[in-house]
């Protein structure tokens, strides 16, 4: 889908106030404003993200009785298991708890259940089967939160649950004799996203004396920053922290299943970010719970035992290649479902389902339909008559409160905003169906939802260096609550391009602008080929970032979307025509009085489109003015960017607004009748670029004395006015082609000036547009070459016959344009030789 860009304006005292008292620069400052870090504490604090931020974890509810009850199992030497899940976050909690009892000398058992047979969470048949090994105590880790009737079943079987969970919470918690997890309610904790691997450090926390986990959290926070990748959660406070870190110890990291893991991935002497931990290490871990058993995968993340580290590593890398191949082949089928019935295209919700559907790789297709789409969506694998599934959403739909209003139609259910887990009976699907579009629907009528990409600054080339990206850098870890900041830089001409990857999936352009160029890459990208070779030249979104090979280091451009330049909202060749159309020099005085420019705020830098935009944040009732068809284009082409997920409208017309009663948007006017506009109507007017007269400048301040008046000045801005007067002002060679069309071709009175110039551009291919061929029809006239009349562009031609030739400068209509350009020219010096204040 075609995605919005969205321009996040940072509020510029607050980035100038970051600047001066964290030495950051403007970039940087305005990505910690839009990241919500906007004051120098916090700003701080996100830049240092240091261990000793981590908060205290007896502020988490129920955690004074869980190290009690932990502490006096150790006491009686008891049998204590850990129950975990079978994703990343699940194996990483199991293990790293594992590794804390290892640590103390405790034996310890854990379970993790059989994704295909028992499914997510606890299930009384595994608890019966823990009870009867003897077990005492079993602590939950990223489940257990909705596991009331087990908790209850535990407990006739004198068998002690502790739940520690980071899912949403339902109306009732189970009775356990502890239930740690920060979303319940009447928890004071300060951060409410940990995941469940998190809450598993936070418990290890509270067991330790607070100086030996100062040095044992590097024990495990290269498996906590793992799992707090992959399951997706919010990278600040104190996931910041615990990724920050870990991603730094894991290069180094003393676990050997680790260290076997970024062998087999190929990242053995790779920066490890958290891209790296998402896409290609974390799907080997997950692999186990998916394929075959989770089991494995903990057995890995504990073993100190080199040879079964490196095997076990292998294993689970041949179990990912099965996965993929397993993905892909459902993958294909949901999307031919989805392609091949009008009911599931036009759902606002899509539930597909399939017997034989692998219930551990359904969550990853789930994700896939959902972006391709931009619907939730669930996708479920029957199997005797049960289905089982995941489910994934869109930003901002809700997808745990949504589903929550079916669970009457549920066997099971457990989840989050934006990913969830259910078990429903086949009888049920098509009321679960019904209901769920039913309240997307109605949720959608309210809500608009479109695939939006938010983008930090506009930048050009001078601004992307090596110093850029190093500052850019402090701000990883990149991800959930923390995106990498993206930034835009418009028209860029393409120097070549070509798709990599299998597929074509993906595309590698070489970028320029003045003679400086820069590699990029797009992924998943590919198919933009054809935009990115058709343009003349394209708009990007883009983070800058180090590209190491053998042994070079170069900036390259990660780009994440693509648009051309001139995709505009009309036609170019209506647009081109209404504007030369509606130009007006005939009305304009030409005269040569002085102005004085100090009247108007001048901005004199490149960033002409920033400035703009904050100005309109702050100050939405304005009108802007607008004389050149390059800056009109450019105007054009901006308005497709929404300003701060706003959706700001803007209102373009001709010479004056049309629609003068409509306020809720920004009124653009294009070769602006100065003397017809109500500019009491506007707080602010806006010149985005320079006017051809310098009579037009005082006109305007006489019109507007009581409007604050704001002025846009880029270097070169007056080659475009000196374009506009050249395209418009006939040369004899123009002259002599007219007059030969009017001669070959004179058939009948009546003309409209469209015909004549479209049938000029036919022969002479586009080097006409209306107002050269009006202003060479008046100069004919004016030679007594021929009669013309002008009527609304319908105009009546008589032909005469010459006896002389003429000169170009007895021609008053010629003698007229010229002291317009000579006026321009004026301006364009003043401007040019920057002498305007």
């Not at 705020?601 to 939405?620: R, T």
């Amino acid at each position: 889908m075609e995605k919005t860009w969205i321009y996040s304006i940072a509020d510029r005292k607050k980035t100038s106030l970051l600047e001066k008292k964290i030495d950051v620069s403007e970039v940087v400052s305005k990505v910690l404003v839009n990241r919500g870090i906007d004051e120098v504490n916090s700003a701080r604090k996100f830049l240092d993200s240091s261990l000793s931020n981590l908060h205290n974890p007896f502020l988490l509810k129920g955690m004074q009785t869980a190290v009690s009850r932990i502490n006096d199992a150790i006491q009686k030497k008891e049998s204590i298991w850990i129950y975990g899940d079978y994703d990343v976050d699940g194996i990483s909690s199991t293990s790293i708890m594992l590794k804390y009892f290892s640590s103390i000398n405790y034996e310890v058992n854990f379970y993790i259940p059989d994704r295909l047979v028992e499914g997510y969470g606890l299930k009384c048949e595994s608890i019966k089967k823990i009870r009867e090994q003897g077990a005492d105590l079993i602590i939950t880790v990223d489940c257990g939160i909705t596991s009331y009737e087990e908790v209850e079943y535990a407990k006739k079987l004198d068998l002690d649950i502790i739940i520690t969970d980071h899912h949403e919470c339902q109306e009732s918690l189970p009775k356990a004799i502890a239930v740690i997890n920060p979303k319940q309610k009447d928890c004071n904790y300060p951060f409410k996203h940990l995941c469940g691997c998190g809450i598993a450090l936070k418990l290890i926390q509270a067991l330790t004396p607070s100086e030996v986990f100062k040095e044992s959290i590097f024990d495990y926070i290269d498996l906590v920053a793992m799992a707090t990748v992959a399951d997706i959660v919010s990278l600040v406070d104190e996931n910041r922290i615990f990724v920050k870190h870990g991603l730094n110890h894991f290069k180094d990291s003393k676990n050997k299943g680790i260290r076997e893991l970024l062998n087999v991935c190929g990242l053995k002497n790779e920066k490890i970010t958290a891209g790296r931990i998402g896409f290609t290490i974390a799907p080997r871990i997950n692999a186990a719970g998916r394929i075959r058993t989770a089991s494995m995968a903990v057995s890995l993340l504990t073993t100190e035992d080199e040879d079964e580290a490196k095997k076990l590593a292998q294993i689970l890398d041949e179990e990912n290649k099965k996965r993929q191949v397993i993905e892909a082949a459902i993958y294909e089928e949901a999307v031919h479902m989805i392609e091949s019935s009008k009911k599931l295209k036009n759902d606002a919700f899509l539930v597909i389902h399939k017997e034989g559907w692998h219930h551990g790789v359904v969550g990853i297709v789930a994700s896939r339909i959902a972006e391709k789409y931009y619907k939730p969506t669930v996708i479920l694998g029957l199997e005797n008559g049960i289905l089982k599934g995941s489910a994934r959403s869109i930003p901002g739909f809700n997808l745990f409160s949504t589903m929550s209003e079916c669970i009457e139609l549920l066997v099971k259910f457990g989840g989050h905003e934006q990913a969830a887990g259910l078990t429903l009976k086949l009888e049920n699907i098509e009321v679960f169906v019904e209901k769920l579009n039913k309240i997307a629907s109605e949720i959608m009528k309210i809500k608009k939802f479109t695939p939006e990409i938010k983008f930090d600054a506009i930048l050009a080339m001078t601004d992307i260096s090596e110093e850029l990206v190093i500052e850019l850098e402090r701000l990883e870890p990149f991800g959930i609550g923390n995106p990498a900041p993206k930034f835009m830089y418009r028209a860029i001409a393409v120097d070549s391009t070509r798709c990599v990857g299998k597929d074509d999936k993906h595309i590698k352009i070489r970028l320029v602008d003045s003679k400086k160029y820069i590699d990029g890459i797009g992924f998943s990208l590919g198919e933009k080929i054809n935009i990115v070779k058709d343009a003349k030249t394209i708009d990007i979104l883009f983070t800058p970032v180090f590209n190491e090979y053998k042994g070079r280091k170069k900036i390259q451009l990660i780009i994440k979307d693509i648009k051309d330049t001139n995709q505009e909202i009309i036609k170019q060749t209506d647009f081109e025509r209404s504007y030369y159309n509606t130009m007006q020099f005939e009305n304009r005085n030409a005269a040569m009085h002085e102005v004085d420019f100090t009247k108007i705020k001048w901005h004199f830098d490149d960033a002409k489109n920033e400035k703009l935009f904050e100005h309109l944040v702050l100050n939405p009732k304005s009108i802007i003015l607008v004389n050149t068809l390059e800056k009109a284009n450019h105007l054009l082409n901006l308005a497709k960017v929404c300003l701060n997920k706003k959706e700001v409208s803007f209102l373009f017309d001709f010479n004056d607004i049309s629609d003068k009663n409509n306020t809720s948007r920004i009124h653009i006017v294009i070769n602006p009748n100065i003397a017809k506009i109500q500019f009491n109507n506007y707080n602010s007017v806006i010149l985005f670029d320079l006017f051809f007269s310098l009579e037009d400048y005082n006109m305007l301040f006489s019109r507007a004395e009581h409007n604050r008046i704001i002025g846009f000045y880029e270097k070169g801005d007056e080659l475009f006015n000196s374009r506009v007067l050249d395209s418009i002002i006939p040369k004899r060679k123009e002259l002599v082609a007219i007059y030969k069309y009017l001669k070959e071709t004179l058939c009948c009175s009546t003309y409209t000036i469209d015909t004549i110039t479209n049938d000029m551009n036919v022969q002479y291919g586009n080097l006409f547009n209306s107002r050269i061929v009006d202003n060479a029809l008046e100069m004919f006239r004016d030679g007594n070459l021929l009669e013309y009349q002008n009527n609304n562009h319908v105009i009546t031609l008589k032909l005469l016959s010459v006896n002389q030739k003429i000169d170009l400068l007895s021609i008053s209509k010629y003698k007229e344009l010229l002291r317009y350009q000579e006026s321009f020219n004026i301006i364009k010096n003043r401007f040019s030789a920057g002498g305007i204040l």
